[in-house]
C-alpha cells in the first residue's frame, strides 16, 4: 500500500502560470485529483471536487484541491476548465512524472496527504460529502 509512505516531493508547473512545490504546501490538507479529459470517469468526478474547493475557500478551511492533468495541452484544460465553469487550481504534469512518482495506474485517482504523508489513496470518484469528511477529520487531528 502507498499509505503512509512520504509523499513523493514535487514541483510543477500550475495552469496558468506559477508552480505548485509540494513541501511548501506543509501544515494543512492537500489534496490531488489525478485525470485526463479523455477519461469520463475523471470529468465526472471534476463538479465534486469542485464543490468542495469551493467548500474549503467559502468556510475558510486549511486545505487545498489541485487537478493534476496527466498530459493534455493547457488549451484542452482551458477549454474544458470554461465549459465546466471549474475554478481549482490544475497542475500539468505533462510527462506524467507525478503519476509515475505516486503509482498512479488508473484514473481518476485522489490523494490525500498532510505533511508529506499520504492518508488517502482512492482510485475512481469520490462523493462531496466523503471529501469534506476526510479533510474534517484530518483538520480535526493536526489541531
Not at 505548485?20 to 465534486?48: D, H, K, M, Y
Not at 500539468?92 to 505533511?115: H, K, R
Amino acid at each position: 500500500t502507498r499509505l503512509d509512505k512520504p509523499a513523493p516531493e514535487f514541483a510543477l508547473p500550475l495552469f496558468g502560470g506559477g508552480e505548485l512545490t509540494l513541501s511548501e504546501q506543509s501544515g494543512r490538507p492537500v489534496v490531488i485529483n489525478f485525470w485526463a479529459s479523455w477519461c469520463g470517469p475523471c470529468i465526472a468526478a471534476l463538479p465534486n471536487l469542485e464543490e468542495v474547493h469551493r467548500w474549503i475557500q467559502q468556510e475558510g478551511r486549511s486545505a487545498a484541491i489541485y487537478c493534476v492533468n496527466l498530459g493534455d495541452t493547457p488549451e484542452t484544460v482551458s477549454e474544458l476548465w470554461n465549459r465546466m465553469g471549474l475554478t481549482m487550481p490544475v497542475v500539468m504534469d505533462s510527462e506524467n512524472t507525478l503519476g509515475d512518482a505516486y503509482e498512479v495506474q488508473g484514473i481518476p485517482v485522489t490523494v490525500i496527504m498532510t505533511d508529506g504523508q499520504i492518508e488517502d489513496y482512492h482510485l475512481g470518484g469520490m462523493s462531496s460529502s466523503e471529501l469534506k469528511s476526510r479533510i474534517d477529520t484530518l483538520l480535526a487531528r493536526s489541531n
